[in-house]
């Protein structure tokens, strides 16, 4: 397993938590075979080495809950009124997974009322600015062709008495939450809360980001897309170094602490020189630091191509300044681009030797666009999943993907935890292999 792979330690307990015995028929159209049971897992560790260690620690391997239509459902469709909300960044794929949920819903589940509650958290609190929208087939129509989110993002937490009574004075009973870490850390607050007061409602999570670093799902939504902006980038990059004698393209892509973009849009395109991500710490200056290494390429060459995730470096950048966070309580970097610019230009000028530099930021553009093709497919199967698991009276966890299947993770499994490259891992050593 390439990426962040879990670690024993945190999925002894997978167990998905439940509101109640389903003892309504599913009216869910799909065929017979494909109704999925509570006890059908799928193993984390698909590596025989990883069983064997289980087995050496009398430790039963570890499984995620299936995700899929179950035969018998919690909630009679005709009394749920569902809720949905999209937090933090902007990511692709945002209005697929609202419109999927929505089509799920109504078509096969026969819900009549679905609230979309406005700009993230702040949509379930007195703070509210808008009234939530009502969200039907006719609303959420063709949103799917549009980046961004109808419902509108932001970032932090609310208090959560508050957004309790919201949600009751709504008669919400089933609430999905679109987004990443620190949506889900708020969730599962609030699923606990709710637990606490016997409150029937379901909180079901949909993994948004486009950094690619919820634990315990393989891949998120909108991350496939992201790579694919951020590929264009580097391709412009490339071909203005190219052009130049001694041309040098520096791009920064987002990645806060998690490398995964600059990492597979380095590997899908076989030009870059430079990879540089959070995991994997670097040296600006000696025989083996990043200026002598590309002065000696610049030899070569005469071109090269640098890549920065927003969140390498960090170390190196001493600018006095405090540490900052933004509302959800990530650290916020430092500007790795610039700094890298600036120490570039630095070094050539110094050294005497002329270069050309370009540098591309492409930046939020990378997110705000509309899916590609296996972002939009991969959020119709979220969606769908995890309306199947709302339903069936499941609450306090997400859907997610691993091992080729879809799956229930609980939130507190997820939460405070994050995926990071795996430097030994396939991906990167492809990546060092290609590089320099
Ligand atoms: O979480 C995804 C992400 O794209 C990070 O890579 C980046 O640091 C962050 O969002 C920036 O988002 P914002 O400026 O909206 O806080």
């Given at each position: 397993m390439e990426s962040g792979f879990p670690e024993l330690e945190g999925l002894k307990d997978l167990a998905i938590e439940q509101l109640g015995t389903p003892c309504y028929e599913s009216p869910f159209k799909g065929k017979d075979f494909r109704f999925v049971s509570d006890d059908s897992g799928v193993l984390v560790y698909s590596n025989t080495k990883d069983i064997e260690r289980c087995k050496a620690g009398c430790i039963q391997p570890p499984a995620f809950q299936e995700a899929g239509p179950r035969k018998k459902i919690y909630f009679n469709s005709k009394d749920v009124v569902a809720g949905m909300l999209t937090a933090g960044g902007l990511c692709p794929g945002l209005n697929d997974v609202i419109r999927t949920i929505v089509m799920q819903l109504t078509y096969?589940?026969?819900?009549?009322k679905i609230y979309g509650f406005r700009y993230g958290y702040e949509g379930i609190s007195s703070k509210r600015h808008d009234d939530p929208m009502i969200l039907n087939p006719q609303v959420v129509g063709d949103i799917q062709h549009q980046g961004g989110t109808i419902l509108g993002t932001s970032r932090g937490d609310q208090d959560l008495d508050d957004m309790l009574e919201t949600l009751q004075k709504f008669e919400v009973n089933v609430l999905f939450v679109i987004g990443g870490d620190g949506t889900f850390r708020g969730a599962h607050k609030l699923a606990n809360l709710a637990r606490e007061r016997n409150l029937d409602i379901a909180f079901i999570g949909v993994p948004k980001t486009i950094d690619n670093d919820i634990f315990c799902s393989e891949k998120t939504f909108g991350f496939s897309t992201a790579v694919e902006e951020a590929r264009s980038a580097i391709y412009g990059a490339h071909e203005e170094a190219e052009a130049a004698w001694n041309g040098i393209g520096l791009v920064k892509l987002m990645g806060r602490d998690s490398g995964f973009i600059a990492m597979h849009a380095t590997l899908a395109n076989s030009d870059v020189n430079f990879c540089l991500i959070p995991e994997v710490q670097f040296t600006l200056e000696g025989e083996n630091g990043l200026l002598a290494r590309l002065e000696k390429r610049l030899e070569r060459r005469r071109h090269a191509v640098v890549v920065a995730a927003e969140g390498a470096g960090q170390n190196l950048i001493k600018d006095g300044e405090e540490t900052m966070q933004d509302s959800s309580g990530n650290i916020l970097h430092k500007d790795i681009g610039l700094y890298l610019k600036h120490q570039i230009l630095r070094h050539f000028k110094e050294k005497g030797i002329p270069v050309t530099l370009k540098y591309i930021d492409p930046s939020y553009m990378i997110r705000s666009c509309e899916a590609n093709a296996e972002d939009s497919s991969f959020c119709l199967l979220l969606g769908q999943n995890a309306v199947h698991a709302a339903m069936a009276g499941k609450t306090n966890m997400f859907v997610a993907y691993w091992n080729n299947h879809f799956t229930h993770v609980p939130l507190k499994t997820a939460v405070g935890r994050r995926k990071t490259v795996n430097p030994l891992g396939d991906y990167w050593q492809s990546v060092i292999a290609m590089t320099d």
């Open positions: 096969e589940y026969g819900v009549k």
